[in-house]
């Protein structure tokens, strides 16, 4: 595991155990934009492919989780407070990010499109974070809302998640059933031409 990957959770008699004081659920979700914001930062200034690799799968990992905790635990929370617009678009950023990780894990690091691919998905990611914590997380503290008992509940899916694996969401089905090996529409029209 990498230097970020989880920092905040240690193997303690094959059970992974928070080592982190008891925090609130805003305050998690903070932590894990930080941390993929950094490997974002990492990949752009990693100059191997081994690196990039590493760096990528450490990211998408955390991503995975990430988008679980929040779509399974804490949009729920504040859904009908935040409101439909905010959330309805956080939904389709999310639909979008993991499409990319999608392609991305079945990419596997290699093609000539993986770089370009990883850093379409950082933008996303990054405008989400911004978006996320200006408006929805704003609107989010103002709430009547037992944050840290939400965020013990999202340390222990964390904990399900890690030791068990992310469950398959359907935009990892679409991307096998396209058999596009990650290809972008561009890339794809590309091999079209070439192949006349």
């Not at 309805?88 to 979008?96: G, K, L, M, R």
């Not at 008992?149 to 969401?169: D, E, I």
């Amino acid at each position: 595991m990498g230097a970020y990957m989880f920092d905040w959770f240690s193997l303690d008699n094959s059970s992974l155990v928070s080592t982190e004081p008891s925090t609130g659920a805003i305050e998690l979700l903070k932590r894990d934009h930080a941390i993929v914001k950094d490997l974002f930062e990492e990949f752009e200034n990693a100059s191997n492919r081994r690196s990039k690799r590493k760096i990528a799968a450490q990211a998408l990992q955390e991503l995975k989780i990430h988008a679980a905790l929040e779509e399974d635990i804490f949009y729920p929370a504040v859904r009908r407070h935040v409101g439909k617009d905010i959330m309805n678009e956080a939904d389709e950023e999310h639909h979008v990010a993991k499409l990319l990780v999608a392609e991305l894990e079945d990419l596997d690091g290699r093609g000539d499109h993986y770089d370009a691919k990883f850093t379409v998905l950082a933008e996303n990611v990054r405008h989400h974070i911004k978006e996320e914590e200006r408006e929805m997380l704003r609107k989010a503290e103002a709430l009547d809302i037992d944050f840290q008992k939400l965020g013990q509940q999202m340390l222990r899916r964390k904990q399900q998640l890690l030791s068990k694996g992310v469950p398959r969401v359907a935009e990892e089905a679409m991307v096998a059933a396209t058999h596009s090996r990650g290809d972008s529409p561009a890339k794809a029209a590309h091999r079209k031409r070439n192949s006349r």
